[in-house]
């Protein structure tokens, strides 16, 4: 129950398009949603993040669409960048304890 | 932008050797994390600290690991007895009163 699923496992996009990363769970005492961007050798960096009372959160070209009912969330990354090519990891926490989903690797080719 | 520090960015251990890990938090924040990642997977909590002792801890965070805060800034992770498969990247984090989690870069940890 403690269990985020995460989808795909890996995502190639053109320069430009747009980035759609899926994540579902079942705990509904989770209350927080983040994004975390990862790079090579690096740690998870906070991305973006979302609250259930809330359906859809915008940061930039980054976007949470949240469905509660559902149990499922997703980020969209709008006109893709080859910089932005990293693993993602959708995340929920509940006690400030975070679950991780096992990422996606996000390859934006130029 | 404050970020959380950790020491060592690697280190090679003997098998059966004690290791420490050393981390300083962002210094207003109230809570303290140790996760890891086994290559190539999942970041995994391992134990939450906060105001002096463990709030919560994982299946994996054995008796032969442990955290200490020493003084005031610094957050320290001891596995006494290394495994080898306790090879993984260690994130250290810590949070305010709020929810954002922020990650160190972490501390790779090799046993041999």
């Known amino acids: 129950q403690q269990q985020v699923k995460q989808s795909p496992q890996s995502l190639i996009v053109q320069k430009g398009g747009i980035s759609i990363i899926n994540c579902a769970y079942e705990?509904?005492?989770?209350?927080?949603f983040p994004w975390y961007q990862q790079f090579p050798g690096k740690g998870p960096a906070l991305l973006i993040a979302?609250?259930?009372?809330?359906s859809e959160k915008k940061e930039g070209r980054f976007t949470i669409s949240f469905n509660k009912s559902a149990k499922q969330f997703s980020l969209h990354i709008m006109d893709s960048q080859p910089g932005d090519s990293a693993t993602y990891f959708c995340?929920?926490?509940?006690?400030?304890?975070?679950?991780f989903g096992k990422g996606t690797l996000l390859t934006v080719n130029p | 932008e404050p970020e959380v520090t950790q020491t060592p960015s690697h280190q090679v251990t003997q098998m059966g050797q004690e290791v420490i890990l050393r981390c300083v938090p962002i210094?207003?924040?109230?809570?303290f994390y140790w996760y890891r990642q086994i290559l190539g997977q999942k970041v995994e909590f391992l134990v939450s600290?906060?105001?002096?002792?463990?709030?919560?801890k994982s299946e994996i965070f054995d008796d032969q690991f442990s955290v200490e805060r020493p003084d005031g800034s610094n957050f320290t992770l001891k596995i006494r007895s290394t495994k080898l498969e306790d090879s993984a990247m260690y994130f250290c984090?810590?949070?305010?009163?709020?929810?954002?989690?922020?990650f160190g870069e972490g501390s790779w940890l090799t046993v041999v």
């Open positions: 705990n509904t005492a989770f209350d927080y």
């Open positions: 979302i609250r259930p009372d809330v």
């Open positions: 995340a929920a926490s509940v006690n400030y304890k975070l679950t």
């Open positions: 984090a810590s949070s305010g009163s709020g929810n954002t989690i922020y």
């Open positions: 210094s207003n924040h109230l809570y």
């Open positions: 600290f906060y105001n002096n002792e463990i709030s919560e």
